[in-house]
C-alpha cells in the first residue's frame, strides 16, 4: 500500500505546474464565484494542491498564492453579482428555483445583522462548501460595503487554502519520506472530518430565516 501511494505521488509530482496551477485557479474562482460552483469540490482541489506540491517539490507558498487569490477573487465576483442584484445566473430549472428563494430570504436576515455579526458570517462561510458559493453573493444582495467584504473574504480565503494545502503536503511528505502511517492516519481524519463538515457543517444564514 505505501509504496502504491508513493508511486501515485510521483506520478502527481510530474504533472506540469501550469496545468496543475491553472486548472486549480478556474476551478476555485468558479465555486466562489458562480452559483454553479456548489458543485465544485474545493476542498479537495486544495488537498491535490497540497499532495502536488510535496511530490514535485514545489514550495508551498505558490499553491496557497494561487488558490487563495482565486478562491476570493471568485467570491468579490459573487459579491459583485449579488450587489448589482443580477439574480441566479442559471437557466430557469429545478437548481434555480431552490436556490434563488433561499438567497433573497438570506438577503433579508443579513440585511438587519451588525457589521461583527457580518464578518463572522463571512469568514465562516468560506470554510464550507455551497456557503462559501452562497454568502458572498448573499452579503451583495444584502448591500454590504466591499469595505467590510474584501478584507474579512481574502483573509479567510487565505486562511482556509494555507491550511488545508499544508496538511496535504505534511501527508505528502510523510509518505515520500517513509517517515510513517500515523500522521498519514491524522491526515486521513482531518481531510474526512472537512470533506464531511462541508457537506453538513453549520447552517447557512438562508437556513435560519423562515
Known sequence: MERMVAALLDQ???????LVLGVAAVVLG???????????PGSTMLVALGLWSAASGTHP??????AAAASAGGALRGWSLGSARRGIP????????R???????????LTVQGPRRSRTVLAA???VAVTRTLTPRVAGGAGLPLRLVAPVVVVSGAAWATTVV????AFGEQVTTGAGWVPAVAFAVVVAWLLVRSRTGPRSPRADVR
Not at 437557466?91 to 434555480?96: A, I, K, N
Open 166 to 169: 499544508l496538511l496535504a503536503r
Open 125 to 127: 462561510g468560506h470554510w
Open 12 to 18: 502527481v509530482g510530474s504533472w506540469p505546474a501550469v
Open 30 to 40: 468558479l465555486e466562489s464565484g458562480v452559483v454553479a460552483g456548489v458543485l465544485l
Open 99 to 109: 436556490v434563488e428563494p433561499a438567497v433573497r430570504r438570506a438577503e433579508r436576515w
Open 90 to 97: 442559471l437557466p430557469r430549472g429545478r437548481l434555480r428555483a
Open 61 to 66: 507558498a505558490l499553491p496557497i498564492v494561487v
